[in-house]
């Protein structure tokens, strides 16, 4: 069993940034696959970006890239999202999720695990 807690987000300007955390328990953390999605009012959840085992290789989804960055620290069970340049479209509650599998998935059926979500609300 994994347990994610996300922590970081809050109400910011469009154009200022965020740093999203997500903390696992459990001592095999470098043993799974990390993602990001969120969930606006009404919408479906959808793929932000994911990042694999080793930290090496990551994707986003199309609306993020070259504006949030993905990265995870295997000592501290920890992985983040930075979010810059931030829109009032990235409304929406963000969730944190891992997989034991080996493959970079936009698809939230591939995800074991989630957290509760934190709140990230860009104000226009």
């Known amino acids: 069993q994994v347990q994610l807690v996300e922590s970081g987000g809050g109400l910011v300007q469009a154009g200022g940034s965020l740093r999203l955390s997500c903390a696992a328990s459990?001592?095999?953390?470098?043993?799974?696959?990390m993602g990001w999605f969120r969930q606006a009012p009404g919408k479906e959840r959808e793929f932000v970006a994911t990042i694999s085992k080793s930290g090496i290789s990551t994707l986003y989804a199309d609306s993020v890239k070259g504006r949030f960055t993905i990265s995870r620290d295997n000592a501290k069970n920890t992985v983040y999202l930075q979010m810059n340049s931030l829109k009032p479209e990235d409304t929406a509650v963000y969730y944190c999720s891992s997989t034991r599998r080996g493959i970079l998935s936009r698809t939230p059926g591939e995800y074991d695990y989630w957290g509760q979500g934190t709140q990230v609300t860009v104000s226009p």
């Open positions: 459990g001592r095999t953390f470098s043993g799974y696959t």
